[in-house]
């Protein structure tokens, strides 16, 4: 059964993500940080949700969607 994601989790994922300066570098990091977490590989968003928050705690909840 695939891994849910809470909210508190996706934002603490979000931010660390967008810490990193280069945003081409935001999707290894990303991919890295889930790795880590357990979580299982998707594809990667697009760098527009890679440059926002939001958009990119919406990405994470969408795609790790509680059960």
């Given at each position: 059964m695939p891994k849910t994601m809470s909210k508190?989790?996706?934002?603490?994922?979000a931010a660390r993500t967008l810490a990193i300066t280069n945003p081409q570098n935001r999707a290894i990091a990303l991919k890295d940080t889930l790795r880590r977490h357990g979580f299982d590989a998707?594809?990667?968003?697009?760098?527009?949700?890679?440059?926002?928050?939001?958009?990119?705690?919406?990405?994470?909840?969408?795609?790790?969607?509680?059960?």
């Open positions: 508190t989790l996706a934002s603490e994922i998707v594809p990667a968003p697009d760098l527009d949700t890679l440059l926002s928050q939001p958009l990119l705690v919406d990405w994470l909840k969408q795609s790790y969607p509680p059960r």
